[in-house]
């Protein structure tokens, strides 16, 4: 599981190719390991509807919020019984509000790869200037 510290910065790093809240406006959906879930594979067609509008919210904006109004406006007006269900099941509910483990260390370790790439393109668009200067003196 990933330790806050590593949540609180692989959200809030700001790179190109990134939101302006910081965060990857993407993020990578294994379907093998979302369809063979035996959470997913008990949930009804509704509820796994509502766990992936959650998921959607979280990544974007962070840890899920507590309150109805906002969980209703999240999941387009689902029953909030159903929606405090798929919480249950699938979240944790932590200080800052509702965190799913997989997707924070999954945001943690897409933020790293997009750093990586972030650095290896400075890296080399630096080494290129520098040699079409040194091919130009």
Known sequence: MASRAEVIVASKANHPGMTGNGRLPWFPLYVDRFLGSRKIKRMSAERVGIYFLLLIAEWDEGPLPSNPEDLDYICNGADLSEIR???????RRTPD??????????????????????????????AKQENKEATSA
């Open 85 to 91: 269900a798929v919480l249950r099941l699938c979240f």
């Open 97 to 126: 509000g509702w965190v799913n483990d997989v997707l924070e260390e999954i945001r943690i370790s897409q933020t790293k790869r997009h750093n990586r790439r972030v650095e290896a393109g400075r890296k080399g668009g630096k």
